[in-house]
Nanobody, 113 residues
Framework: QLQASGGGLVQPGGSLRLSCAAS????????MGWYRQAPGKQRELVAA???????YYATSVTGRFTISRDNAKNTVYLQMNNLKPEDTAVYYC?????????WGQGTLVTVSS
């Protein structure tokens, strides 16, 4: 139900914008977020945006990543600037609506020269 896109190979210092679009309407959204999982590591929360407009960023991405949403398109974005090799991971989007979590399929971001 969620389709993530926008990943790819980028050099250090470069930028990417990830998108996560819901194929249908998801009512009563509480929060939208992006997670990532690097090889051999646990999945971690990168950024989140609540329905009230509050945002959260992991310390490692603060000042470099920006989460935003387009309500009309049921889409959440993650703008990633000044990417570093340690940002390499599979990025997943998640939408929480009431008691349900909807996950996207993941998109690979590789930061390498």
């Amino acid at each position: 139900q969620l389709q993530a896109s926008g990943g790819g190979l980028v050099q250090p210092g470069g930028s990417l914008r990830l998108s996560c679009a819901a194929s249908g309407s998801i009512p009563s959204i509480n929060a939208m977020g992006w997670y990532r999982q690097a090889p051999g590591k646990q999945r971690e929360l990168v950024a989140a945006l609540t329905s009230g407009g509050s945002s959260y960023y992991a310390t490692s991405v603060t000042g470099r990543f920006t989460i935003s949403r387009d309500n009309a398109k049921n889409t959440v974005y993650l703008q990633m600037n000044n990417l570093k090799p340690e940002d390499t991971a599979v990025y997943y989007c998640k939408i929480t609506a009431r008691i349900y979590d909807y996950w996207g399929q993941g998109t690979l971001v590789t930061v390498s020269s």
